[in-house]
Each structure stands twice: as C-alpha cells, then as structure tokens.
C-alpha cells in the first residue's frame, strides 16, 4: 500500500507518492493546479472544486495510495521554541500548552498544538511546537474523507521542509547554523536551522506573486505570462541590465527581504552567541528568480545560495527542491506522535485506541470467564442428583457467576462516568473565545517593519505589546492601525529605546506598548 504526500497551495498542488514502511522511497510525483479561490493561505474555502480536480486526478494517474499525509503551509500556522524543565513524554503538551495560554488566553480552546522534541528521556526538555487554528485542519480532516484516504499526519510545512533539505542536501552543512528561506507564490516560511534543530521560524503572506505582479503592471503582461517568464528566467526581453534586474528583486521580494531582515535580528539578539547564521538557502517556485541569491548575499553579507536536493528516485522531468515539503511528509517514518502532527484531537485519538485496545481484552476475558462459568454451572445441574459434594460445587459456580454480573455492573457504572466526562469536557470545549479572534486581528493588521515579541492579555480590557521596530514611523503606523480596531479605545507608549551601531546611527528600536480595549 502506497502513501501520497501532499502540498496543497494556492496555486499549485505537489503530490508525492512512495512506498511507506520503514524505508520509504519514491515512486511518482505530481504538479497539478489549484483550483481558482479553492484555497486562501493554506485554508480550504472551495471543498467540492478541490475534491473534483484531485478525485479526477487521482483516477487518471492510478495513484493507489490509502495513506494521505499533509504539509500545511498557511501563515496562521505559528511556532515557538520549547525549553522546560525535565518532564515525562505525556507532561510535555499540557505543559507547553499551559505556558502558550499564559500569553494567549483561551488559545487552546480555538487552536490545535503539537510538538516535536529533541531532548533525550531525563534530559531538559527542547524542542519547537507548532500550533495553528482548528477550523484549517479540520477542512483537511474532511478532504481526506471525501477522498477515501486514511488521514495520518498533518505537518507544518516548515517542519516537513527542514526534514527533507536536512536529510537529503548535497551542501555540507554539519553543525553550522543556517537560514532557510521557502518563497511559495503568496507565503514565504523563514527557518532558523542549528546543529540538525528549527530553533526559530517565521511566516509572511507574501511571495513570489509580488514579483509577477509588477512585471504585468510594468511590462503590460498577464499574471500567467509573468509567471512563465519567471518561472523560466527569460527576462532578455524586458528587463535590460543588472540594475533593472536588482530594481524588480528590490520591489518585488520588499516583504521576504523584511521577514529574513527581522528573523536574523531576532536571532541576534537572543540566540547568536551560540549558533551564528553563516548561510541562506533559497527553495520553493518563488526562489526560482535570476539574481535573487546575489542580492540576498550582498544585502545580508551572508552567502546565499539555492538547495540543492539528493533524490535519485525523483522523477527527473520535476525539480526535487520545489517538492521539499510533500518529499518531507511522504518519507516520514516516525510514528504519529513522535513528531509534529497537528491532526485535531490526535492525542485523544490515540489515547481511544490505546484504551480502547485494553477495553477490548477485558471484555473478552470477562466474556471467556462468564462462557466458563455458564459452562461450569451445566456440568453442576447435570452431575447435583443426590451427591452433597456436587451441591456444594454447585453453590461456588452460582457465587463465581453472581461476582461476574456485579463486575458487569461495575464496568457499566464506569462507562456512565466516562460518558458524563466527556460531556463536561465538550461543554468546556465550546465555550466562545474573546481574545483569540482579537489577537488575530492585530497581528493581520502588524506593519512589516515590526516584530512583536510578546502580547499578553490583562483582565478583559488591556493588551500588552513589546517588540522590535526598524523605524520610529512603523512604530508609529502601529499604534495608529490599533487605535483604527473597531474594539480597540486607546493606546499608550510606555517605553521605546534605540539601538545604535558602531558610528552612532539608529539601527533599531525596541518598544513597549500598552492598548486599551473597549468594554
């Protein structure tokens, strides 16, 4: 039985389909288009059109595969870095859960999480967790279902990428800490990548789609000429000279230029005493662009460079470095909670089964032992005529099969518990969230030259903001946007320093905000 990974993005869908088992390898792989408005930033919003294109899809190329396995790109789709104290494997979710709640109040209640860890059994807890909004994941729980296809993981596509370009790079990267950058057609996923680890990534809704549009603006193109155009480096006709080439990069890539910028910085000021950057490397349709690891390299002052991806069962008509995250899902080999998979409930799923495995083996012994008993009492009924000692057998049996009904009863008192569980558990679960919908707001409507580092909620009526802004004008473009919110009142800057570089000038500016929101 086959697996079939799959990248399912605005514009184009990637399916790879291997072998599965322990040692995977593969066997076709796929590029097929998105259906026009079917999904928006990793989110299904035309389930029948989608479901169309690849059940005809599927039919036609004979793909048996019964094992669907996901990589989720969507801004949406957050991370964070996990550090805690030794804890058992179980302890890990619920504790991190806990500390997201902390900055993000009733989060979980909207959001589904899931972690990958590094650390050994006993050690301190590392590892980076990825979490992202239910109602997503559950339009892919869906697709699979109207697909005939067993869902067993859904993967942030960052996670499945770095697997796939750590596992099958042709460039040495040892212990090294590099950057990897992903440029999709509308999202570009950043990644922070040391000693074999994600210590740190990041998204933007923005991608290659900003280069074709201003070459059709600029050069009277369609969207689609453009895009061929790029895709295939024929640029002699329009743009003339390196300067023009660097201008369109310039514009074109303004908001992935911004997503690295930040990201090393971040990195900089946290982590870079222990794992400084020292590469970039370039994957997905929207690297595929003449010029753009130059300009990156001379921006930066960091080598950059596209992946280059060791695959010898890749179908050579098709590039193996624009199929990292479908490669990266469909090669799995660990099990389903040994790594990232952000299937809804997946935890309860397999807590059900593994219980209800036990479930089963009881039940079935207590059917053995009451056949056992009935059987016992028939042979007593059948031997009882006039002998005292098979009265008294008699007697025991009728005692052993009265102690197996009051067990019945007991197991039957015991669901009826689990039962009214799990209905105080679905009533916590549908409470409505507040803060969740809000945060979301103000993150959609954050400037590109900010990063914020912390949000933290007060009460029902303040929000806390600190981060990092490249000018004093984004930190003003910020505040305005807040005060536009239809829910927000006021807000108040509590403290801005300024970082300055070796010849005195500003490089950056931190700031703490506080926003007051209406009651």
Same mark, same amino acid.
């Given at each position: ?76 789709? &957050? !991370? =964070? ?7 058992? +494997?179980?302890?890990? $979710?619920? #504790?991190?859960?806990? *500390? ?115 070459? &059709? !603006? =600029? ?7 453009? +895009?061929?155009?790029? $895709?295939? #480096?024929?640029?002699? *006709? ?282």
């Amino acid at each position: 039985m086959s697996v079939l990974g799959m990248d399912v993005g605005s514009h184009t869908i990637k399916l790879v389909e291997s072998t599965g088992g322990k040692r995977p390898q593969i066997l076709r792989a796929f590029l097929l288009d998105t259906p026009q408005n079917a999904v928006s930033d990793g989110e299904i919003r035309e389930m029948d059109a989608l479901v169309s294109v690849l059940q005809q899809f599927v039919q036609k190329n004979r793909i048996r595969a019964k094992e669907l396995h996901i990589a989720l790109q969507s801004s949406q789709v &957050a !991370s =964070r870095e996990i550090r805690l104290p030794a804890l058992k +494997r179980d302890e890990v $979710t619920p #504790a991190v859960e806990f *500390d997201l709640s902390q900055s993000f109040p009733g989060i979980m209640q909207s959001h589904t999480l899931s972690c990958s860890l590094y650390n050994k059994p006993g050690e301190p807890v590392v590892g980076i967790s990825a979490f992202c909004p239910t109602r997503i994941l559950e339009g892919y729980v869906e697709l699979s279902r109207r697909l005939d296809m067993t869902l067993i993981r859904i993967d942030a596509s960052f996670n499945a990428t770095q697997r796939c370009f750590l596992q099958n790079s042709l460039s040495k990267i040892d212990e090294e800490s590099v950057l990897l950058v992903d440029i999709g057609m509308s999202i570009t996923q950043v990644s922070i990548l040391s000693k074999g680890r994600i210590v740190l990534s990041r998204s933007v809704g923005a991608g290659a789609q900003q280069v074709d549009e201003l070459m &059709a !603006s =600029r050069f009277g193109l369609s969207l689609e000429e453009s +895009r061929q155009i790029r $895709t295939n #480096a024929k640029y002699g *006709d329009y743009i003339q000279n390196d300067d023009d080439l660097t201008s369109f990069i310039r514009l074109g890539f303004s908001s992935v230029e911004d997503l690295v910028r930040q990201t090393l910085d971040y990195h900089r000021f946290n982590k870079e005493q222990d794992t400084p950057v020292k590469r970039i490397f370039l994957t997905g349709g929207g690297s595929i662009f003449k010029g753009l690891d130059v300009y990156l390299t001379d921006v930066f002052r960091l080598p950059a460079e596209a992946v280059r991806i060791n695959l010898k069962s890749f179908p050579g008509a098709l590039r193996p470095e624009l199929f990292l995250s479908a490669v990266g899902v469909a090669l799995e080999t660990k099990s389903i909670t040994e790594d990232i998979n952000l299937i809804p409930n997946i935890r309860a799923i397999t807590t059900a089964q593994h219980r209800g495995g036990k479930r089963t083996l009881v039940y079935a012994l207590g059917g053995i032992v009451i056949l056992a008993t009935l059987a016992s009492y028939a042979v007593v009924l059948w031997l009882v005529n006039g002998e005292a000692d098979r009265t008294e057998a008699l007697r025991l049996r009728t005692e052993e099969y009265a102690s197996v009904n009051e067990v019945k009863q007991q197991l039957a008192g015991v669901e009826k518990l689990k039962l009214g569980m799990e209905n105080v558990l679905a009533g916590a679960a549908s409470a409505t969230l507040v803060h969740t919908a809000m945060l979301d707001t103000v993150s959609q409507n954050m400037p590109l030259g900010v990063f914020v580092q912390n949000y933290v909620v007060t009460g029902r009526s303040s929000l806390a903001l600190s981060g990092i802004a490249q000018t004093r004008g984004d930190i003003a473009v910020l505040i305005n946007r807040i005060k536009q919110l239809d829910f927000m009142n006021d807000v108040q800057v509590q403290n801005v320093t300024t970082r300055l570089g070796e010849d005195g000038s500003p490089i950056d500016y931190n700031f703490t905000l506080t926003a007051t929101m209406k009651q």
